[in-house]
Structure formats: C-alpha cells, structure tokens
Nanobody
Framework: VQLQASGGGLVQAGGSLRLSCVASGIIGSIISIYDMGWYRQAPGKQRELVASITNGGSITYVDSVKGRFTCSRDNAKNTVYLQMNNMKPEDTAVYYC??????????WGQGTQVTVSS
C-alpha cells in the first residue's frame, strides 16, 4: 500500500489550500474499512493530529482548525481530502496523511509542505 499526498504549497494568510491523499494497493471494496486522517509537523514540534475521519464517517478536528478545515473522504477514489480555509501562519507544517485499520495496519503518506505567509 502506498499513499500519495499532494496539494501543498505557499499561500498567504487568509487563503486556502486543498490537500489530497490517494491510496494505491488497496482493493476497492476494502477501502471502506480504513480510518483516514491528516497530521502535521512543524519544525521543532511533535507531529499532531489535525483531522480524522473514521470508516463510519465520524470526523474530529484539533481545536485550532475547527471551523476552518474540512476533512472528507471518497472511498470510490481511495482518497481523503483536507480543505483548509482562512489559513494562518501557524498552520505552516509538513502535512501527512494516514490510513489505518486498528493499530496493526497503518500506512503513512510522504508528507506535503504547507507554508502560510503573514
């Protein structure tokens, strides 16, 4: 299984970006059992969960992005998205996607850089 994240870049404060993460190597009918999520890691900081969406569609967000970021998934496309609006300089980080089934089957994307200028 491989995850390919894309959509990162440089944006001004207040702007928007949409991240995508596509999984390959997962049989189409199996993708629906995966939980998916986005994490980020800023320089000198630990990786933190930004948003997650369970296989049942339940979504959680870290408090700092609530009301600004939207996480969604498209099982038919093996893809999870992160729509980021009203972005702030503190959102600057490398963003990683994660697909998982419990604690024994976990896959990470390669990371995509997001930089928000003030």
């Amino acid at each position: 299984v491989q995850l390919q994240a894309s959509g990162g870049g440089l944006v001004q404060a207040g702007g928007s970006l949409r991240l995508s993460c596509v999984a390959s190597g997962i049989i189409g009918s199996i993708i629906s059992i995966y939980d998916m999520g986005w994490y980020r890691q800023a320089p000198g900081k630990q990786r933190e969960l930004v948003a997650s969406i369970t296989n049942g569609g339940s979504i959680t967000y870290v408090d700092s992005v609530k009301g600004r970021f939207t996480c969604s998934r498209d099982n038919a496309k093996n893809t999870v998205y992160l729509q980021m609006n009203n972005m702030k300089p503190e959102d600057t980080a490398v963003y990683y996607c994660k697909f998982s089934v419990g604690s024994r089957r976990i896959y990470w994307g390669q990371g995509t850089q997001v930089t928000v200028s003030s």
